[in-house]
C-alpha cells in the first residue's frame, strides 16, 4: 500500500491564488487516475478536478475556469492550481488515486486518499 500527501493550502484572500500539490510514497502517480476532492464543514465531499491515466481532465462546473489540474511526470506530482479564490471555495482538499486509471469526479471511483490540506478563503 502507497501513502498520498497533499500540500499547500492555507490562507488566502479572495480573488488569490495556490498550487495544492498531490505525492506518492511508494508508487508511480502515472499508473494512476487521479483526482482532487473537497469537503466543507456540514456537507458532502465534491469532486473538484480529475486526470486519467492517458491525460484527459475533467473539472467540476462549480470551478471550471479558475482551477487546473497538472501531472508532473518527473517529480511524480499531480498539482490543482487554483485562482480567483472565493470564500465557497474554503474547504478541506484531497487527492485520491483511481487504480483503473480513468479518473472520474466520483469519489466513489478512488482507492487511496491522502489526510487533505485545509485551504481557507478569507478576508
Known amino acids: 500500500q502507497f501513502e498520498l500527501a497533499e500540500s499547500g493550502g492555507g490562507l488566502v484572500q479572495p480573488g488569490g491564488s495556490l498550487r495544492l500539490s498531490c505525492s506518492a510514497s511508494?508508487?508511480?502517480?502515472?499508473?494512476?487516475?487521479v483526482g482532487w476532492f473537497r469537503q466543507a464543514p456540514g456537507k458532502e465531499r465534491e469532486g473538484v478536478s480529475c486526470?486519467?491515466?492517458?491525460?484527459?481532465?475533467n473539472t467540476a462546473d462549480s470551478v471550471k475556469g479558475r482551477f487546473a489540474i497538472s501531472r508532473d511526470t518527473f517529480r511524480n506530482r499531480v498539482y490543482l492550481r487554483m485562482n480567483d479564490l472565493k470564500p465557497e471555495d474554503t474547504a478541506v482538499y484531497y487527492c485520491?488515486?483511481?487504480?483503473?486509471?480513468?479518473?472520474?469526479?466520483?469519489?466513489?471511483?478512488?482507492?487511496?486518499w491522502g489526510q487533505g490540506t485545509q485551504v481557507t478563503v478569507s478576508s
Open positions: 485520491a488515486t483511481d487504480a483503473s486509471g480513468r479518473g472520474t469526479l466520483s469519489s466513489h471511483d478512488y482507492d487511496v
Open positions: 511508494g508508487t508511480d502517480l502515472d499508473y494512476y487516475g
Open positions: 486526470l486519467s491515466r492517458n491525460g484527459r481532465a
